[in-house]
Structure formats: structure tokens, C-alpha cells
């Protein structure tokens, strides 16, 4: 004998739950709309010709560090020769060729701590007389870089570089395409986050706003407290540095965690008018995991979501918007098209792996700076040629990626 099961609003705990799965929907839309805003509409007015106003001769570059000596010497080597001011700020001491270490004592004492501490005691320390001071993580390696435009802020685009997990190598695709967004920023008062691992930024601007702020984003700290104290202009340049995928997905959730936990401690810094824009970000992110839920729930009980038949259409709309971000970081990437397939049906995986960590901050956000761990140049070398025995086209590459040059890192499993 069949036994009809009650319908949904007599069953308190589903009712909760719909709801529940309905805010996550509306939350996740909101942010996914908002993108959709930033790409299509206020990206408009980029220019893609850099309009290139201030040489290398007007740069300082400064890489950050703890102590790992052969990353950053390939980050030196991968510089520009017409670059000649460059200085290695780091933690211990470390021989680099080409460049000049400063090492900050231990005695230093500033409101900001670990990174930030580093870069204020480099404010504060390190001889400038450039126009501009051009940071770099110790694992960016600098591509297409003759000049800047003239602009208080000048964000350099990103494309992680495969290190052995391909997991992780995939959540970096996915994050890469949304972080296609940054082609809106130009258009907001306050640029909604920033990539310090190659970041230019004006020295008066900088001695101005200092660093010297309790937080652990401080690349995104200071651009906020800067278009706070004064009206900003922010360019944007489509460089693509090349920097590292974390090595482990443990590592990238630490990482993740980091990141949440300090956008969510910084939010104060931002207008009221901006804090629900970033709220139904921070939550949207941790939360899209339930995406892909959200459209199984609705197909596998039909009218048991809502009343309203538009649920499945706009469920299933959001998980292809999460595909769409899998595309556009295709795109960056410049993957050959019959690549595609594999990194869009693994797109769920991607999206769930890349917001558990932010999942973990929401939950229990973290304080501490934690340097998410690096390899080698010649072990990324290694990596890639172990993982596909006809993935380098030109053996000679081994030297040059020694040496630092940034074609060499283009010979990654996934990699054209």
C-alpha cells in the first residue's frame, strides 16, 4: 500500500530548509548579477593600450619574503633588465643576485604585523626616489611589463602556475575567470580587492596612507583606507604575472580562510554603501557550494522548493553562471578549445573545493598570516615534465626557466 507523504508546509524542518536554500539562492544571485554588472557594463571604458606614461627607470620594485632564496631568485631574474632598482624585503637573510637585501630586524615594532609589518618597515627604511613602488610576491614572475600608466594604483592581472595539484591548478581557472570583474573597478570609488603580488602603487600615495594597520589583507586594506582619506584613480593592466597555484588543496584552503577572514575583519573600512555589496559576497562565496544542490533539489522534487514554478529556471541559470566563471578563466588562461570540456564539466568540483576555505574563515575566521608554501622554479620544471612527457615543445627551456623567463612556465600539463 503507498502511503502519500505530507506535503511540504506541513513538514516544519523542509520548510526551514527551503528557506534556508531560498536565501542561499538570493544571496548567490546577487552576487552573481553583480558580476555580471562589473563585466558587461562598468568594464566598459578599459583600455586595453595601457596608454604606458611612466619608463622602468621610474619604478622600484620590492618582493616580499620570508626566506625562500631560489623562488625569489627567479622572481629577480624574471625582471626586466631595464629595471635596476629592485630590493628583496625579507624576514631573514638570503643571497639574491641582482638585487639588494633588506632584512627586517627583529626590534621593529608597528600597529601592522607580519607582511604588513614587512612593508611598512620598507616604507619607512628602504630609499626611494621613483614615481612608483611595484610590489611582487616572491613567486610573481613579471611578463610584458615596459612602463605604466599613470594612475595612483596600477593592478597587474594574474595566472597561477601549475606546482602538481590539479586540483587546486583547477580552482585557480575558475578563480581567474571571476576575477574578470577587475575590468569594472576602474569605475568604483573603492576597488573591491587587490592583488598584492603586483600591485604598482604611487610613492607619495604611499607614504601618505602608510601601511601601519592591524589587518591580514593588507593589499586590499590600503587601497580601501586610500580611497577613503581621498579619490583614488585605479588602472587596471591585463599582464597576466605568473604566480604559483597552491601546491596542496591544504594548502589553499589555509589560504582561502585567510583571505575571508580578512575581508570580513576590514569590511569597517569600506562606506555603508558598499558593506552589504561585500557581505553578499563574503557569504556568497562560502555558500556556493549549494549551488549545484539547489539545482539537483529542484529537479529531483519538482514544486517541493516553491510555489513558484521560476525556481528550477533561475537555479540552474546560477550553475551556469559558475561554469560561465570556469569559461572566462579559460579564456585568460588561453586554453586550446578542446581543453574545454574536461575543466567546464569539473567546474562543481572547482567550486566546491575553492569555497570550502571560505567556508572555514566564515566560520572560524583566522588572525594570523600564514605564507602560503612555494617551490622552486626548477621543481615546477620537474613537475610539468613529469606529468606529460610531450608537454615541452623546446628542451632548452630548462635552462631559461632556471634562469627565470617567463615562457618557460607556459610548459604546464594543462598549458597550450
Request: charged fraction near 20%.
Amino acid at each position: 500500500m503507498l502511503v502519500a507523504l505530507p506535503t511540504l508546509p506541513d513538514r516544519p524542518l523542509l520548510v526551514a530548509l527551503v528557506a534556508l536554500l531560498w536565501l542561499a539562492l538570493v544571496l548567490y544571485g546577487a552576487s552573481a548579477g553583480w558580476w555580471l554588472v562589473e563585466t558587461l557594463v562598468l568594464s566598459w571604458g578599459w583600455r586595453a593600450d595601457r596608454a604606458e606614461r611612466w619608463g622602468l627607470d621610474e619604478v622600484q620594485v620590492r618582493i616580499l619574503t620570508v626566506d625562500a632564496e631560489a623562488v625569489v631568485q627567479g622572481t629577480v631574474d624574471a625582471l626586466p633588465e631595464a629595471v635596476t632598482d629592485v630590493h628583496v624585503i625579507a624576514e631573514r637573510d638570503v643571497d639574491v643576485d641582482g638585487a639588494v637585501v633588506d632584512v627586517v630586524p627583529d626590534s621593529f615594532d608597528c600597529t601592522a604585523t607580519n607582511k604588513g609589518r614587512a612593508l611598512e618597515w620598507a616604507r619607512r627604511n628602504v630609499d626611494c626616489d621613483r614615481e612608483y613602488v611595484l610590489y611582487l610576491d616572491e613567486d610573481t614572475l613579471v611578463t610584458e611589463l615596459t612602463g605604466l600608466p599613470d594612475a595612483d594604483v596600477v593592478q597587474f592581472t594574474e595566472k597561477p602556475i601549475y606546482t602538481g595539484s590539479r586540483l587546486t591548478y583547477l580552482c585557480e581557472v575558475f578563480r581567474i575567470g571571476y576575477q574578470f570583474e577587475q575590468f569594472g573597478f576602474h569605475r568604483l570609488r573603492y576597488p573591491l580587492y587587490a592583488w598584492g603580488g603586483g600591485v604598482a602603487i604611487r610613492h607619495g600615495l604611499e607614504q601618505s596612507i602608510t601601511w601601519d594597520a592591524r589587518t591580514i589583507t593588507e593589499d586590499t586594506n590600503f587601497v580601501w583606507r586610500a580611497a577613503d582619506e581621498r579619490s583614488i584613480s585605479y588602472r587596471l593592466v591585463d599582464a597576466r604575472f605568473r604566480n604559483q597555484a597552491p601546491p596542496s588543496v591544504w594548502a589553499m584552503l589555509k589560504q582561502r580562510r585567510r583571505w575571508i577572514s580578512g575581508t570580513m575583519r576590514d569590511d569597517a573600512a569600506l562606506p555603508l554603501r558598499y558593506r552589504p555589496l561585500a557581505f553578499t559576497r563574503v557569504v556568497a562565496w562560502a555558500l556556493s557550494p549549494l549551488v549545484p544542490l539547489l539545482v539537483v533539489g529542484a529537479y529531483a522534487f519538482p514544486g517541493s522548493a516553491a510555489t513558484l514554478d521560476s525556481y528550477v529556471a533561475l537555479s540552474t541559470a546560477l550553475l551556469g553562471i559558475l561554469v560561465l566563471y570556469t569559461l572566462a578563466g579559460l579564456v585568460a588562461y588561453r586554453k586550446h578549445p578542446l581543453l574545454w570540456p574536461v575543466f567546464l564539466l569539473a567546474t562543481p568540483v572547482g567550486v566546491v573545493l575553492h569555497a570550502l576555505g571560505a567556508m572555514w574563515g566564515l566560520v572560524r575566521p583566522v588572525d594570523t598570516f600564514e605564507v602560503t608554501e612555494k617551490v622552486a622554479p626548477a621543481t615546477i620544471e620537474r613537475v610539468n615534465a613529469g606529468l606529460e612527457e610531450g608537454a615541452i615543445a623546446d628542451h632548452d627551456g630548462s635552462e631559461r626557466l632556471i634562469r627565470g623567463s617567463p615562457e618557460a612556465f607556459e610548459w604546464t600539463v594543462f598549458d597550450d
